[in-house]
């Protein structure tokens, strides 16, 4: 599978997360966005940039209670929250926004 | 994805079978009911056969060699002479159909392929035509028939619907054990690379990076960090697990969900806890951090190579036994394959409780323990300080995964911590738990996002009972003993019974461990306040 | 062969040629015939002998097709009369099956193991017979027994031509149904001495008919509409 | 379901296996009988029916008891009965199959039993009552298995059910009619030719099952969780008094008809078993007892301060019952033959091996009670509103064994 | 179609012994040399399958474990639905083959309103005691035509058999329940859709075929009474390997006796070598103490693995890093005094230097 974008064909698996991560980059990542659904806002790239820090590191998409703890340590307790995660990224943020961040879906028992 | 359908509408199950026979019905692949085939980088790095990029879907070409056919008989030939249980069951089964209305595939989907007694029939179709003298001599008379590219398609299909789960194999009169049939299936089906992506990851992850989510080393040792915090905001307590420490006593393994994903980060909170409050020497391993063998959900061989980890480990470490975490398909693989595989583990000792003194004697070959039996021990020696009222505000059921009841027996043990830790405990209805349980549906490697319609149809009849004891006492709280059971139940319980919660045992065990030096918790290892003292604020 | 259970019962109505038939079979005890405790025994032994009746020596196994009592007992409903010929107080009287024209034990037959045939006689067919006694119950005569255990090793002497019966089964007098085949009177009768008159009802020139109109006659416990027929002529004194 | 009698704590086990012991010395005696014949028993040419026969007539009255209580709760909706009746159905399908053997041991040749099948004869009355016990046997078995079942998997119950429910109740009442016209047919037995016979039934009937039945729930309460409910057993303690009642009213009916009366043969049988005839009177203290029992019990019920304390009414339900079974099951019967046709008194008292046969089967009785009402009570703690609190018997029954 | 076309075949395989034996007169091919045939295909069609199975490996102890394992001490262990020991297995055998405990425990589940219910179904169970028990006493009774004198418990097991006294000669209880009992599981695969949907033309076949062999055995012994001294004249016969063919039986015999015959030869090549493959089944006849006992794996072979050190190899620097101790002694230089503090940090003994 996979989708053509300014004339370049990426890989993504079934569920349409990029297969190879070097083929992000934001233009990219706009575009996933928009077949989700979703305008991105300088809160919905707070979100995937630190996805996409955290997997620099560790290689996989962080647990959502990091991600929501670190995003209170960092922009404050009215954004370390589920709910406000769920308003960003309707289908959670596990899956949609590790999706426009170009992460790949984590598999297994989570 | 495939849209899901509303509850409503998923419970009115047709079971009115088709008029034509099954032989002449072919397979439909429907959306929702399947996964996504196997990706090739996963194949490749455990060196598995015809590694592709391919798609699952029946239309499409699923790129396999020339001789697939070749492949497969030879598969089965080589099987029939490995396994008992394979020859006895292809040729014993009477078809008398006690098992059909046991499967929970069956009373969810109402697709007679998925009766056991059928999806045995499957292969032994095709076994009666090319292994036996009367299929040969009289193909569908004798219930043969042809294997073709679309019988291929129906195994895959129908073998990956099947969270070989034994319940079929309680009720058959001969033992017939689907799960066996299903098990070799997939080997089978794996000699031509096709798995599903959501096995072959997690067992590539799991034989590179030592569990099935890929956590690296120091991602495993930052979630626990991070877990250790919580920890403390909760009891004002800091715990200090270790990891690859030599020396110790104890090896604890445990399934990597419960250093990933809620909640069974609850239950891993829970293990730390108890084990501070122990003063355990214990340590974990990031090599063998995985409890649950995906290889065992491919071939046999697979599940060898991933479990070798665990006595590897041991020796390695130098510990003197082996601590289990709550998970299924862990310990059906420790209590069936693992000291065969890779025992004898002579370099251990037979696991005594250091706390209680007690000898395991039912693990002195595999020295091996699960944690309920060790925390059971515990608290029948009075040796933790519990206060069950803590967990009040729970009125809790008890979830059999099929793993432990059907491939092991451990039935009571987790009971007797439950009714000790909290106050409100109810069972579901007999024909639903210990060894009838049913399957919570995404078990075996069907826990994929992609096939989320067979796993809520899979899962229905335990929601169904779930549903009885929530109706009826009120029941808020799922407890279960698996990982794969903590990741799917709460996906279940939300499409169906939608006001439950599902948690560990041992995240309950923990909610009412009083731990020396404590601070007075006003919060539950989910930081959500305590009931009573939300009571006490407001008098 | 080639005969069902349903044609046996009525072969048994075909009789043979040379066997005594009847409309309908009826008794007449003389009872001033019988003189000495010789002439009872003679009859009752014909019968016994015959029929392989068994003998436990212990009143409560007994089997009895003909067997002889006091007036009190063979009647007693009559015995309010206290003024009676001590002579016939005293008196046994025969006292046997009384092939009721309307018995009791037949309607009570839960499988027809009792029956009753077209010349009267009622019957046992102890093949069938559950050994429920039901029929016992409602015989107003006493006129069943019951082999309450195996009555062979208490027969003295097995007469071969007489089937013997088994344990848990009733059985009765059966008016010697298989010497009336043979056409022979019944055994008792022909014991008798003429003391007993065997013959057809239905016949008016018959011996029965000729007793009966000379004689004034009573039969036990009439008054239940059983109609009995076994009739007892009784006379007076001088018959003693 | 049938498994549930399967498992159990220690004290059902217990029971279970002193009732299989009971059954077996029963058994080993009914051998005995087999081999050698009925001349094992007290019974006689002239009492030719004896204890047997008077068990299986006082349990046709006792399976009534199910009528009593489905009249009222499938008929008039009378809703406190919706726990206890399920423990009158099942009483009734021991009482019956307990008739069932009474009869069966009661035959010279069982081997033949069913010659009353194979050569129906629709005249006599034994073949009705073997035909209305069965059916009532049937009849109770699947309402009360079905409904069990129905409820087990939480579904209501299927609507035939309440069909059979409404045939059972004339059923019910044609079992004891039936039987009574056993006795009351035949002439020349002037103790049982009575037109009040099957009224005589009827009443003792509904004494004494719903006696038994108050005494049963009371023993369900104590050994298990399931409750009957205290008001359902109050009801039927008044259905005791009214039926006792009309009972001893149709005693005295008896007795002034054959004393005012004055004919002999209908006062010889009353003779013989109260006051002794022809210098015979074996009988005579068990009739009395049994009429002092009926007054007493009668005088506790009929006062409601006195029935509403459960334990006089666990008494006098206790002393119907001991009561009719002494009436029904000895006088009755017993009453009956003597005198004999001729007018002469012949005793009758059971033998030991006839009294252990009884035992045995009563044992078998008790088996098939026990069996169904710990089906019912397993099926009904598992459904209750009040859950058991854990399923951890064997856990309890191995922590009682580690205190000793 | 499947059912039609076994009962085909069984009035087929009757009408063929009716002419054989009434127009052909070939007595001694029905009377004997099929006979013969079918009992030694049957020995040793058996006892091939007994041993290709007897011999194939059981490489794991997969032992379906149906109660509370043997655990604590104080835990009461379901001793027999889960055994640990060789008593417990055989316990669990002898209730699995003489009694068919598991499919007791069957249920029948329904669906109403989006609620699953679980009903107690024992019919099948009921039904399958009555035609396995009684099959095997008539197969019993028939020792009497083989066997001069004839073994005194066959003479006990007939009275038992013929207890109710019906009809001349008696009527074997057995017999008839067998007939009812298969028919019941007969008219299963008819009116039950889940059964007839999976019922296959090897199911009727062996239906159909006892249902004639019982049939026939009735009639012969209660409708048209075939001669039985000439009968066991012919068997003794054959059991004495001096066949003879006395003359006057019935061609109902011959037509029993080849169904019969039939049935032996059937057997080995069919599902009812269940009979036989109930004993080896592994996960019944397995104790499952498989973490007490060491279960051995006749074909174990080696496996290709990651080894720890491989392990090591590709995450050391995040190891160190992260405070997680290595095996490795050659350090990264960069890594050498951080490391030393992290371990010390995480209160873990450096690892001694060899």
Redesign the interface.
């Known amino acids: 599978?996979g989708f053509e974008f300014n004339g370049k064909t990426y890989e993504t698996?079934?569920?349409g997360y990029l297969i190879n991560l070097d083929d992000w980059n934001q233009d990219v990542a706009n575009f996933i966005a928009q077949n989700e659904g979703i305008e991105m806002t300088e809160a919905h790239w707070e979100v995937v940039n630190f996805l996409r820090d955290y997997y620099a590191?560790?290689?996989?998409a962080p647990?959502?209670?990091?991600l929501i703890?670190e995003m209170k340590k960092m922009f404050g307790p009215e954004k370390g929250s589920n709910a406000y995660l769920y308003q960003l990224y309707p289908a959670g943020p596990a899956?949609q926004a590790c999706k426009i961040a170009g992460l790949p879906?984590?598999?297994?028992?989570? | 994805m495939a849209k899901t359908p509303k509850p409503e509408e998923l419970s009115k199950i047709d079971y009115k079978l088709p008029e034509k026979g099954w032989m002449d019905t072919p397979v439909e692949f429907k959306e929702g009911m399947y996964c996504h085939g196997a990706r090739p980088q996963y194949l490749e790095t455990v060196d598995f056969p015809n590694p592709r990029q391919w798609s699952s879907k029946k239309d499409e070409d699923w790129k396999l060699p020339e001789n697939w056919k070749e492949i497969v008989l030879n598969g089965m030939k080589e099987r029939l002479e490995k396994y008992r249980s394979f020859r006895l069951f292809m040729d014993i089964c009477v078809r008398c159909g006690a098992c059909a209305d046991k499967c929970q595939f069956f009373l969810g989907t109402g697709d007679p392929k998925n009766m056991p007694v059928l999806r045995a029939e499957l292969i032994r179709s095709v076994y009666k035509r090319y292994f036996t003298a009367s299929g040969k001599m009289l193909g569908k008379l004798a219930g043969g028939r042809e294997l073709t590219l679309d019988v291929l398609k129906e195994w895959w299909y129908y073998f990956y619907q099947c969270s070989e789960c034994r319940r079929c194999s309680v009720f058959c009169p001969y033992g017939i054990d689907q799960a066996e049939i299903t098990m070799i299936g997939r080997e089978i089906l794996n000699l031509l690379g096709l798995n599903t992506d959501w096995i072959a990851g997690p067992v590539a992850n799991s034989y590179m990076r030592g569990n099935h989510l890929g956590l690296e080393p120091h991602t495993i040792k930052s979630n626990f960090d991070f877990m250790a915090e919580d920890i403390e905001e909760v009891t004002g307590i800091k715990v200090e697990p270790t990891f690859n420490r030599k020396g110790a006593e104890i090896l604890f393994v445990a399934p990597s969900g419960d250093f990933f994903g809620d909640p069974g980060t609850y239950t891993c909170m829970g293990y730390l806890m108890l084990f501070h409050e122990l003063g355990l020497d214990y340590t974990w391993s990031t090599y063998a951090s995985e409890g649950g063998n995906f290889g065992s959900f491919t071939s046999m061989e697979m599940g060898k190579r991933l479990n070798y980890k665990i006595y590897a480990e041991a020796k390695r470490l130098g510990v003197k036994w082996i601590l289990g975490g709550e998970c299924g398909h862990m310990w059906r693989v420790v209590n069936q394959y693992m000291d065969t595989w890779n025992g004898p583990a002579d370099f251990l000792e037979v696991p005594v409780s250091p706390i209680t003194g007690t000898r395991f004697e039912n693990a002195k070959s595999t020295k091996m323990v699960h944690i309920a039996e060790f925390t059971a021990d515990l608290i029948k020696h009075g040796k933790l300080k519990l206060d069950p009222s803590r967990n009040d505000h729970l009125k809790v059921t008890f979830h059999d995964s099929c793993n432990t009841a059907r491939g092991m027996g451990i039935l009571d043990e987790p009971r007797y911590i439950l009714k000790n830790v909290l106050n409100h405990f109810y069972e579901m209805p007999e024909e639903t738990i210990r060894e009838k349980t049913f399957c919570c549906g995404s078990g075996s490697g069907l826990n994929a996002a992609e096939n989320m319609e067979l796993r809520l149809r899979g899962g229905f009849p335990r929601a169904n009972a779930v549903k009885y004891v929530h109706q009826k006492y009120g029941v808020n709280m799922l407890t279960n003993i698996c990982a794969i059971d903590r990741a799917a139940l709460p996906t279940l319980m939300n499409y169906w019974v939608p006001g439950v919660d599902v948690a560990g045992v041992h995240e309950l065990v923990a909610n009412a461990l009083v731990m020396k030096g404590e601070k007075e918790r006003t919060q539950d290892l989910r930081l959500e306040p305590l009931p009573e003292k939300v009571g006490a604020e407001n008098v | 062969d080639g005969i069902d259970k349903d044609n046996l019962e009525v072969s048994q109505f075909l009789p043979e040629p040379g066997a005594l038939v009847a409309g309908k079979w009826a008794m007449v005890v003389d009872v001033r015939k019988f003189k000495t405790e010789d002439d009872y025994k003679r009859v009752i032994n014909a019968c016994n002998s015959i029929h392989n009746i068994p003998d436990f020596g212990e009143p409560k196994d007994e089997i009895k097709w003909i067997w002889t009592d006091t007036f009190e007992h063979a009647f007693p409903d009559e015995y309010e009369q206290k003024y009676m010929p001590a002579s016939l107080e005293r008196m046994p009287f025969v006292l046997m099956c009384n092939h009721c024209d309307n018995p009791p034990c037949v309607r009570v037959c839960p499988t027809k193991a009792t029956f009753k045939r077209a010349d009267g006689i009622v019957m046992q067919d102890e093949h069938r017979c559950i050994g429920c006694r039901f029929c016992m119950a409602a015989c107003p005569y006493g006129s069943r027994s019951f082999n309450w255990r195996d009555p062979r090793p208490f027969i003295k002497k097995e007469n071969p031509d007489y089937p013997t019966r088994t344990k848990g089964v009733v059985e009765k007098c059966t008016f010697c149904v298989e010497r009336l085949a043979e056409g022979l009177m019944p055994a008792c009768v022909e014991a008798s001495n003429g003391a007993m008159i065997f013959g057809d009802l239905t016949d008016p020139n018959s011996e029965v008919r000729k007793a009966l109109s000379s004689n004034y006659t009573i039969r036990r416990k009439a008054e239940l509409g059983t109609g009995p027929n076994i009739y007892y002529i009784i006379g007076g004194t001088d018959n003693a | 379901m049938l498994e549930k009698a399967l498992t159990g704590s220690r004290r059902y086990w217990t029971w279970v296996l002193f009732l299989l012991a009971v059954i077996g010395v029963g058994f080993i005696f009914y051998l005995r009988q087999f081999s050698y014949g009925l001349g094992i028993t007290g019974m006689s040419r002239d009492v030719s029916w004896g204890l047997y026969i008077g068990q299986f007539t006082f349990l046709v009255g006792v399976a009534a008891s199910a009528v009593m209580l489905v009249i009222p709760y499938y008929l008039h909706n009378y809703k406190k009965f919706s726990k206890i009746v399920i423990l009158g159905e099942f009483l009734a399908v021991s009482a019956v199959t307990m008739c069932m053997l009474f009869i069966f041991i009661d035959m010279g040749q069982p081997t033949r039993v069913l010659n009353v099948i194979l050569h129906p004869t629709p005249n006599s009355i034994m073949f009705w009552d073997a035909t209305v016990l069965s059916g009532y046997l049937l009849l109770n078995i699947v309402i009360g298995w079905t409904t069990l079942g129905a409820e087990r998997k939480g579904f209501p119950p299927p609507a035939w059910v309440k069909t059979l429910t409404f045939i059972s109740i004339p059923w019910a009442i044609s079992i004891h009619t039936v039987t009574a016209f056993l006795y009351a047919g035949l002439p020349g037995r002037e103790y049982w030719l009575s037109a009040i016979m099957a009224a005589r039934f009827l009443a003792s009937a509904f004494a004494a099952g719903p006696a038994l039945l108050i005494i049963l729930a009371m023993i369900v309460r104590k050994v298990s969780k399931f409750d009957p409910g205290k008001e359902a057993i109050q009801q039927v303690g008044k259905i005791v008094a009214y039926a006792m009642a009309a009972n001893v009213f149709f005693l005295g009916l008896e007795v002034f008809t054959a004393f005012y009366s004055n004919i002999p043969g209908e006062k010889y049988a009353f003779d013989y078993l109260y006051f002794g005839l022809q210098g015979h009177g074996k009988l005579i203290p068990l009739m009395w007892i049994s009429g002092i029992l009926a007054v007493v019990s009668l005088a506790l019920l009929i006062y409601p301060g006195t029935r509403r304390i459960e334990k006089i009414l666990a008494v006098a339900s206790v002393a119907v019952f001991v009561s009719l079974w002494i009436d029904k099951g000895f006088g009755l019967i017993i009453g009956g033959f003597i005198p004999d046709p001729f007018g002469k008194v012949t005793e009758y008292w059971p033998t030991v091996p006839e009294a252990l046969i009884v035992l045995g089967v009563w044992a078998i009785g008790a088996l098939v009670l026990t069996i169904l009402y710990k089906v019912a009570i397993s099926v009904r703690e598992e459904t209750a509103d009040v859950p058991k609190v854990t399923e951890l018997d064997g856990i309890a029954e191995a922590e009682l064994a580690t205190i000793k | 179609m499947g059912a039609l076309f076994s009962f085909v075949v069984v009035i087929l395989l009757i009408l063929v012994a009716y002419v054989g034996v009434a127009a052909a007169g070939l007595q001694s091919i029905f009377g004997i040399v099929i006979p013969y045939v079918a009992v030694l295909t049957f020995i040793v069609g058996v006892v091939y399958r007994v041993i290709k199975w007897g011999r194939s490996p059981v490489p794991f102890p997969i032992a379906t474990t149906g109660g509370q394992q043997k655990s604590l001490p104080w835990i009461k262990q379901a001793k027999l639905d889960n055994p640990s020991s060789t008593t417990g297995v055989i316990g669990r055998m002898v209730l699995e083959v003489l009694l068919f405990r598991s499919l007791f425990r069957n249920t029948k589940s329904e669906l109403r309103d989006g609620k699953l219910g679980y009903g107690s179904a024992k019919w099948l169970w009921v039904a399958a005691i009555a035609f396995h028990w009684s099959f095997w006493i008539v197969l019993l009774r028939h020792i009497r035509l083989f066997a001069t004198p004839v073994p005194s418990f066959v003479n006990v097991l007939e009275n038992l058999d013929g207890f109710l006294q019906i009809g001349v000669p008696r009527l074997f209880l057995t017999g008839v329940i067998l007939l009812l009992a298969v028919t019941y599981l007969l008219l299963r695969r008819f009116y039950v859709p889940q059964v007839r949907y999976i019922s296959l033309a090897s199911d009727y076949f062996p239906l159909f075929l006892i249902m004639a062999i019982a049939s026939t055995g009735i009639l012969m012994r209660y409708f048209f009474r075939v001669d039985i001294v000439g009968v066991k004249e012919l068997t003794m016969g054959l059991v004495s390997f001096n066949p003879v063919i006395p003359a006057g039986v019935g061609t109902i015999f011959y037509i029993h006796v080849f169904l019969v015959s039939t049935l032996f030869i059937y057997f080995p090549f069919s599902k009812l070598m269940h009979m036989g493959g109930v004993f080896l089944s592994p996960t019944r006849n397995l104790a499952n103490n498989s973490r007490m006992v060491r279960h051995a794996n006749p074909w174990n072979y080696p496996v290709k693995v990651h080894t720890y050190d491989e392990y090591e190899e590709e995450f050391r620097e995040k190891m160190i890093n992260a405070g997680i101790p290595i095996e490795s002694t050659v350090l990264p230089e960069e890594f050498e005094e951080e490391f030393k503090e992290k371990v010390e940090d995480a209160g873990t003994p450096v690892r001694e230097e060899e």
């Open positions: 599978m698996d079934d569920d590191e560790y290689k996989i647990m959502i209670k990091i703890k899956l879906k984590p598999t297994g028992c989570v």
